[in-house]
């Protein structure tokens, strides 16, 4: 299993911009792909981006497409989500998963890994 720590959450103004990075170990990083979910007070978790191991592929939710970038560097065992272009709405607890690209866009509830968590506070 791989173990993984999120970092970089804060409080930004909307239109702002801030990078999180989520921090893998365990078993190798980069034979999994990686994924960012987040949830909002009183709603459900919800996927926002994935990538595969290559980096050939990304995934991105509508609400985020063109404003927020997946990136990886296996040198480094660890994954970033670029959020640019922030909205009151993007306010969540931003979580990173480990697990096939399927289960990652299809069967949240079973993936195996997940980080603890870094609150994204975006102010109107």
Excluded: H
């Excluded at 170990?25 to 994924?35: A, D, I, L, V, W």
């Amino acid at each position: 299993q791989v173990q993984l720590v999120e970092s970089g959450g804060g409080l930004v103004q909307a239109g702002g911009s801030l990078r999180l990075s989520c921090a893998a170990s365990g078993r190798t990083f980069s034979s999994y792909p990686m994924g960012w979910f987040r949830q909002a007070p009183g709603k459900e978790r919800e996927f926002v981006a994935a990538i595969r191991w290559s980096t050939a592929s990304t995934y991105y939710a509508d609400s985020v497409k063109g404003r927020f970038t997946i990136s990886r560097d296996n040198t480094k065992n660890t994954v970033y989500l670029q959020m640019n272009s922030l909205k009151p709405e993007d306010t969540a607890v931003y979580y990173c998963a480990a697990d096939l690209i399927s289960t990652l866009l299809n069967r949240q509830s079973s993936i195996g890994s997940w980080g603890q968590g870094t609150q994204v506070t975006v102010s109107s």
